[in-house]
Protein backbone atom coordinates (compact mmCIF):
# COMPACT_ATOMS: atom_id res chain seq x y z
CA UNK A 1 0.00 0.00 0.00
CA UNK A 2 2.72 2.55 0.67
CA UNK A 3 4.43 1.80 -2.70
CA UNK A 4 0.85 2.15 -4.71
CA UNK A 5 0.32 5.50 -2.07
CA UNK A 6 4.09 6.84 -3.39
CA UNK A 7 3.81 5.42 -7.31
CA UNK A 8 0.16 7.62 -7.32
CA UNK A 9 1.90 10.91 -5.80
CA UNK A 10 4.96 10.86 -7.24
CA UNK A 11 3.34 10.43 -10.57
CA UNK A 12 0.64 13.40 -9.36
CA UNK A 13 3.94 16.02 -8.95
CA UNK A 14 5.38 14.61 -12.13
CA UNK A 15 2.34 15.70 -14.06
CA UNK A 16 2.22 19.00 -12.27
CA UNK A 17 5.84 19.48 -13.00
CA UNK A 18 4.85 18.97 -16.97
CA UNK A 19 1.76 21.16 -16.46
CA UNK A 20 3.91 23.92 -15.08
CA UNK A 21 6.51 23.83 -17.13
CA UNK A 22 4.41 22.80 -20.57
CA UNK A 23 7.01 20.28 -21.29
CA UNK A 24 6.69 16.51 -21.90
CA UNK A 25 7.08 13.76 -19.36
CA UNK A 26 9.42 11.16 -20.02
CA UNK A 27 9.33 7.62 -17.99
CA UNK A 28 12.85 6.30 -16.26
CA UNK A 29 15.48 4.96 -18.20
CA UNK A 30 15.95 1.92 -16.09
CA UNK A 31 19.14 -0.31 -17.11
CA UNK A 32 18.41 -4.16 -16.90
CA UNK A 33 14.74 -3.95 -16.22
CA UNK A 34 14.59 -7.84 -17.04
CA UNK A 35 16.24 -8.02 -13.18
CA UNK A 36 12.87 -7.14 -11.63
CA UNK A 37 10.72 -9.21 -13.73
CA UNK A 38 12.96 -12.56 -12.99
CA UNK A 39 13.19 -11.62 -9.41
CA UNK A 40 9.45 -10.71 -8.82
CA UNK A 41 8.57 -14.14 -10.22
CA UNK A 42 9.64 -16.23 -6.67
CA UNK A 43 7.16 -13.31 -4.64
CA UNK A 44 4.66 -14.35 -6.98
CA UNK A 45 4.51 -17.75 -6.90
CA UNK A 46 4.95 -16.82 -3.39
CA UNK A 47 2.28 -15.26 -2.52
CA UNK A 48 0.21 -13.93 -5.20
CA UNK A 49 -0.55 -17.00 -7.30
CA UNK A 50 -3.39 -19.12 -4.72
CA UNK A 51 -2.03 -22.38 -7.01
CA UNK A 52 0.93 -22.22 -5.59
CA UNK A 53 1.40 -20.44 -2.49
CA UNK A 54 -0.66 -23.02 -0.95
CA UNK A 55 1.34 -25.84 -1.86
CA UNK A 56 4.62 -23.71 -0.53
CA UNK A 57 5.93 -24.63 2.89
CA UNK A 58 7.24 -21.91 4.96
CA UNK A 59 11.17 -22.03 3.78
CA UNK A 60 10.45 -22.29 0.67
CA UNK A 61 8.46 -19.18 1.01
CA UNK A 62 11.31 -17.65 2.62
CA UNK A 63 13.64 -18.58 0.62
CA UNK A 64 11.75 -17.14 -2.55
CA UNK A 65 11.21 -13.39 -0.82
CA UNK A 66 14.95 -13.01 0.61
CA UNK A 67 16.11 -14.33 -3.45
CA UNK A 68 13.72 -11.59 -4.74
CA UNK A 69 14.68 -8.92 -2.22
CA UNK A 70 18.58 -9.59 -3.68
CA UNK A 71 17.36 -9.40 -7.23
CA UNK A 72 15.66 -5.99 -6.31
CA UNK A 73 18.88 -5.03 -4.55
CA UNK A 74 20.96 -5.65 -7.37
CA UNK A 75 18.79 -3.93 -9.83
CA UNK A 76 18.76 -0.63 -7.95
CA UNK A 77 22.71 -0.87 -7.98
CA UNK A 78 22.57 -1.03 -11.17
CA UNK A 79 20.53 2.03 -11.57
CA UNK A 80 21.60 4.16 -8.98
CA UNK A 81 22.18 6.90 -11.07
CA UNK A 82 18.54 7.60 -11.03
CA UNK A 83 16.81 10.27 -8.33
CA UNK A 84 15.46 8.38 -5.62
CA UNK A 85 16.77 4.45 -6.06
CA UNK A 86 19.29 4.77 -3.21
CA UNK A 87 16.89 6.07 -1.09
CA UNK A 88 14.52 2.88 -2.11
CA UNK A 89 17.74 0.60 -2.14
CA UNK A 90 18.42 1.25 1.15
CA UNK A 91 14.45 0.60 2.36
CA UNK A 92 15.05 -2.59 0.74
CA UNK A 93 18.24 -3.20 2.26
CA UNK A 94 16.58 -2.45 5.85
CA UNK A 95 13.72 -4.91 4.98
CA UNK A 96 16.09 -7.70 3.94
CA UNK A 97 18.23 -7.39 7.23
CA UNK A 98 14.74 -7.49 9.23
CA UNK A 99 13.63 -10.72 7.23
CA UNK A 100 16.60 -12.73 6.99
CA UNK A 101 17.25 -11.87 11.02
CA UNK A 102 13.81 -13.24 12.02
CA UNK A 103 13.79 -16.67 10.21
CA UNK A 104 12.95 -15.20 6.03
CA UNK A 105 9.93 -13.66 7.07
CA UNK A 106 9.40 -9.57 8.11
CA UNK A 107 8.17 -10.50 11.53
CA UNK A 108 4.69 -9.18 12.59
CA UNK A 109 4.50 -8.63 16.48
CA UNK A 110 1.23 -9.66 18.21
CA UNK A 111 0.84 -6.09 19.59
CA UNK A 112 1.18 -4.78 15.80
CA UNK A 113 -1.15 -7.71 14.65
CA UNK A 114 -4.48 -6.66 17.30
CA UNK A 115 -4.65 -3.18 15.67
CA UNK A 116 -5.29 -5.21 12.28
CA UNK A 117 -7.91 -8.06 12.99
CA UNK A 118 -10.02 -8.98 16.01
CA UNK A 119 -8.71 -10.23 19.42
CA UNK A 120 -10.73 -13.20 18.67
CA UNK A 121 -8.96 -14.05 15.08
CA UNK A 122 -5.73 -13.34 16.44
CA UNK A 123 -5.87 -15.35 19.07
CA UNK A 124 -6.59 -18.42 16.89
CA UNK A 125 -3.35 -17.50 14.89
CA UNK A 126 -0.21 -19.71 15.75
CA UNK A 127 2.64 -17.53 16.74
CA UNK A 128 5.62 -17.82 14.77
CA UNK A 129 3.86 -18.92 11.55
CA UNK A 130 2.22 -16.72 8.33
CA UNK A 131 0.00 -14.02 9.23
CA UNK A 132 -1.74 -15.48 6.06
CA UNK A 133 -1.10 -17.24 2.75
CA UNK A 134 -0.89 -14.11 0.86
CA UNK A 135 1.38 -12.30 3.85
CA UNK A 136 4.82 -11.95 3.98
CA UNK A 137 4.68 -11.71 7.66
CA UNK A 138 5.58 -13.96 10.66
CA UNK A 139 3.81 -13.30 13.35
CA UNK A 140 6.16 -13.42 16.51
CA UNK A 141 5.35 -11.78 20.07
CA UNK A 142 6.97 -8.81 20.76
CA UNK A 143 10.18 -9.56 22.62
CA UNK A 144 10.81 -12.53 20.25
CA UNK A 145 11.43 -9.78 17.10
CA UNK A 146 14.89 -9.41 16.19
CA UNK A 147 15.39 -5.68 14.66
CA UNK A 148 11.87 -4.57 16.00
CA UNK A 149 12.65 -0.73 14.54
CA UNK A 150 13.02 -2.66 11.30
CA UNK A 151 9.53 -4.92 11.38
CA UNK A 152 6.51 -4.14 10.23
CA UNK A 153 5.30 -1.91 13.54
CA UNK A 154 3.60 1.16 11.93
CA UNK A 155 -0.12 1.62 11.14
CA UNK A 156 -1.86 4.29 9.67
CA UNK A 157 -4.41 6.03 11.24
CA UNK A 158 -7.60 4.86 12.72
CA UNK A 159 -9.52 7.39 10.15
CA UNK A 160 -7.57 5.90 7.11
CA UNK A 161 -10.32 3.61 5.05
CA UNK A 162 -7.87 0.56 5.19
CA UNK A 163 -6.06 -0.82 8.03
CA UNK A 164 -1.93 -2.47 7.32
CA UNK A 165 1.47 -2.20 9.00
CA UNK A 166 4.32 -1.54 7.33
CA UNK A 167 8.04 -1.12 8.12
CA UNK A 168 10.39 1.57 8.14
CA UNK A 169 11.78 0.22 5.00
CA UNK A 170 8.49 0.38 2.89
CA UNK A 171 8.62 4.45 3.79
CA UNK A 172 11.98 4.39 2.64
CA UNK A 173 10.81 2.83 -0.45
CA UNK A 174 7.84 4.53 -0.88
CA UNK A 175 9.79 7.91 -0.46
CA UNK A 176 12.55 6.80 -3.40
CA UNK A 177 9.32 5.58 -5.52
CA UNK A 178 8.09 8.87 -5.67
CA UNK A 179 11.36 11.08 -5.99
CA UNK A 180 11.95 8.57 -8.53
CA UNK A 181 8.50 9.99 -10.30
CA UNK A 182 8.20 13.18 -9.59
CA UNK A 183 11.86 13.93 -10.34
CA UNK A 184 12.04 11.93 -13.55
CA UNK A 185 13.41 14.17 -17.20
CA UNK A 186 10.96 16.29 -18.73
CA UNK A 187 11.61 17.77 -22.01
CA UNK A 188 10.71 21.20 -23.95
CA UNK A 189 11.72 21.70 -27.69
CA UNK A 190 14.13 18.95 -27.17
CA UNK A 191 15.99 20.22 -23.86
CA UNK A 192 16.03 18.05 -20.71
CA UNK A 193 14.11 20.13 -17.89
CA UNK A 194 14.92 18.11 -14.88
CA UNK A 195 17.67 18.85 -12.66
CA UNK A 196 20.23 16.34 -11.44
CA UNK A 197 19.10 15.24 -7.91
CA UNK A 198 20.81 13.06 -6.03
CA UNK A 199 18.81 11.14 -4.08
Known sequence: M??????????????LRVRLNQSIW???????????????????????????????????VA?????SQIGLLLFCLLNKHLPGIPILAAG?????????ANGGLMPLSTATAAHLIPEQVLSNLNIGSRFSLSSKDVL?????????????QFVPPDWFP???????GDV????????????SKTFKNGTVLTRKVDL
Open 162 to 168: YQFAFSL
Open 26 to 60: QPPEFQHAWIVVIFFVPQLLAFYLPATRSRMTTPV
Open 172 to 183: MIGIGAFLLLAY
Open 92 to 100: LFLNLLAIS
Open 140 to 152: LRPEAVNFPWLSD
Open 2 to 15: ILLLAVFFGLLAGW
Open 63 to 67: ACLIT
